[in-house]
């Protein structure tokens, strides 16, 4: 308890640089006089603090104490405080914590200097909540149960063994050996609905080494080449690896990828409109034509 009261002090006084023994006292919830005896243990342990005494006085540690004691360049702070941010930005309660905790340490405005926010535009509580839960169950090693709706369409409740969480392409994803098929698989967690954290604990997992793009059951991939009106260029270039990309004299752009073969890619073409013409397969030039003519259909009518 004694060792708690001493960081809690010595915390005060990076942030605040100056307290006074009333306010100390006060705070911890002890007499004045214990903090007077803390803070000639934190003197005999080598921290340089000490009393001042009169207006503006107070309890005191020496000037540049921090940056001696840190061994930290600027830069390295710089780093640290950033990948701290990243992970507040997941949802992390504890993390908030820490990052101003060293924010003080570091004689650095942790406030205001850098915003970091992994969440799409209109995201809600709801998102951070499932993450936050996510999180949770990977670190407990529990098992974890939901509904899972896969890029063909399908809908499915799973229960998984939690590994790692992975940030990749703008999406996070959630990388777990699933009981019900028996495999790993990645899930993408805004496709996740109805989580459920288990009581029921699981041993620890390795995960594959690499992640591999999820997969449906009965994958199958299909190269495409595109081409892409001007006006789609910022789109193209969200969404497409640059050298996928050739840049044509009109201003169009052909593309050249491989996609899985499913209803979201046909949703995903669909979404360009008038801005896209698919060069080839021949074939799935006829399922947008087919497609279109039905949507064409529901205006018609």
Do not use: H
């Not at 004694?2 to 002890?30: C, H, M, P």
């Amino acid at each position: 308890m004694k060792n708690s009261r001493l960081f809690e002090i010595l915390y005060l006084l990076v942030e605040k640089r100056a307290v006074t023994a009333g306010d100390l006292a006060q705070r911890l919830e002890v007499s004045e006089r214990t903090i007077y005896r803390d803070i000639d243990a934190l003197s005999a342990a080598g921290i340089p603090v000490y009393a001042q005494k009169g207006r503006g006085g107070g309890i005191r540690l020496m000037d540049q104490f921090v940056l001696d004691k840190a061994l930290l360049s600027q830069a390295q702070q710089d780093e640290i405080l950033f990948a701290l941010q990243a992970v507040l930005a997941t949802g992390g309660a504890a993390e908030g914590e820490t990052l101003s905790r060293l924010s003080a340490l570091f004689r650095r405005e942790g406030d205001g200097w850098l915003e970091v926010d992994f969440t799409d535009w209109g995201s809600g509580a709801a998102e951070r909540e499932n993450f936050s839960l996510v999180k949770r169950a990977i670190l407990e090693r529990r098992l974890l149960s939901f509904t899972y709706y896969s890029s063909a369409g399908q809908k499915s409740r799973r229960t998984v063994e939690p590994a790692r969480l992975v940030f990749k392409s703008g999406c996070w994803y959630l990388s777990a050996y699933c009981q019900t098929r028996q495999a790993w698989r990645v899930f993408r967690l805004v496709r996740m609905e109805g989580l459920s954290l288990e009581e029921e604990t699981c041993p620890p997992r390795k995960p594959p080494e690499r992640l591999e793009a999820p997969q449906a059951d009965g994958y199958r991939g299909v190269d495409l080449r595109l081409r892409f009106a001007p006006s789609a260029a910022w789109r193209v270039r969200d969404y497409f690896n640059p050298k996928e990309i050739t840049a044509q004299p009109d201003g169009c752009l052909l593309v050249a990828c491989t996609f899985p073969e499913d209803q979201w890619l046909l949703s995903f073409l669909l979404s360009f409109g008038s801005q896209l013409e698919v060069l080839s397969p021949a074939y799935w030039r006829d399922i947008l034509a087919e497609e279109l003519k039905k949507s064409l259909g529901v205006y018609e009518t």
